[in-house]
């Protein structure tokens, strides 16, 4: 039995030693010391020592326990100093290593754009108005005199929703529903999305439009040249531009815009506006007065105007494809850090 105590306590001495971190110390000390532990089994044969004998064994047992405990002690205290320096070093901050690049959000190009283009006419006393998207076929062609038979309602692939309601082709439908609420002088612009069936490099099924409505007496068509002389110096610099008559259901006149081409300074021979000299940039004219009779509006005139925002974004940023707006590039969302708008 002596001999027993002994190799086991040789051994665990030796364990004990080689023990490298805090968790094989607790391994050692349940294998020995546990309920069924290594001690408690040579102690089991204690009952078959002689009563002489018994006293002897039980302080040699006692000594090499007090011993094993020691070593278990003295060798986990450095054991549990390695583990600390150990996770200390794992968890060490490198002061001097290169940070992390931060990459914060940013406004979109286009709520850029609206933006910008919403603090013009804000400052020419123009008030923001809206109507929803999904709108009754009456608001989107009726009352902007679309008739069901009009051939202008060809010109608008729309999407049909329902029996009666579509997605707004433009925001032009937001007028009448104005007209209607308001009582003159109205000076209102709408900024919002709009939905046509068509894709390729310069039309997107979603796009953007802002509409200017400016309605009041005497309002005639030098105003309407001076509130888009104004939007398109600020947006463009001091630009030239041109007013082409053009058809829109919901004027009368009606005009199409072009500025003279800020890259070619209207000689010609670049790309961006096709060799013409001259860029169009949007459409307006003088409300029809098929919508003021309609929203019972009388003695009054006034002026329409409507852009469209992808189209403006992509010549302020010479952006050659209208799909990069949606596609959520980081490249390209980069390169148009908020800028203050
Ligand atoms: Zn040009």
Request: aromatic share 8%; charged share 25%.
């Amino acid at each position: 039995m002596r001999d027993k105590l002994e190799a086991l306590g040789n051994q665990t001495l030796i364990d004990i030693e080689a023990a490298m971190d805090a968790a094989a110390i607790e391994q050692i000390r349940l294998r020995v010391f546990g309920k069924k532990g290594a001690l408690s089994e040579v102690l089991k044969g204690l009952g078959q020592v002689s009563a002489l004998e018994r006293p002897q064994i039980g302080a040699f047992a006692n000594t090499w326990k007090e011993r094993l405990e020691e070593g278990l002690a003295s060798r986990g205290q450095i054991c549990e100093e390695r583990d600390l320096d150990k996770r200390l070093a794992a968890e060490a901050v490198d002061v001097t290593a290169p940070a992390r690049r931060l990459h914060p959000g940013s406004l979109h190009i286009l709520t850029q754009t609206t933006r910008r283009i919403a603090a013009i006419l804000g400052r020419l006393g123009f008030e923001s108005a809206s109507g929803p998207e999904i709108e009754t076929e009456y608001f989107n062609f009726e009352a902007v005199n679309i008739p069901a038979d009009h051939p202008a309602r060809q010109m608008h692939d729309t999407f049909f929703i329902k029996p009666g309601h579509v997605l707004r082709t433009h925001t032009s439908s937001v007028q009448m529903r104005v007209l209607r609420e308001k009582k003159p002088p109205i000076r209102i612009f709408a900024a919002g999305a709009v939905y046509r069936c068509e894709a390729d490099a310069t039309h997107s099924p979603l796009f953007h439009q802002i509409e200017g409505l400016f309605v009041d007496k005497g309002v005639r068509m030098s105003d309407l040249k001076g509130v888009l002389g104004e939007l398109l110096s600020e947006l463009f610099g001091t630009v030239k531009f041109r007013m082409r008559p053009s058809y829109f259901p919901f004027v009368e006149p009606g005009a199409e815009v072009d500025i003279e081409c800020f890259k070619c300074r209207g000689v010609g021979h670049c790309q961006l506006c096709r060799s013409s000299g001259w860029i169009e940039v949007l459409g307006c004219g003088m409300v029809h007065p098929f919508l003021l009779t309609s929203a019972g509006v009388t003695d009054v005139t006034g002026f329409a105007l409507g852009l469209g925002v992808e189209r403006m974004a992509m010549l302020l940023h010479e952006v050659n494809d209208i799909r990069h707006m949606f596609q959520g590039d980081m490249r390209f969302l980069q390169l148009f850090r908020f800028r203050g708008y």
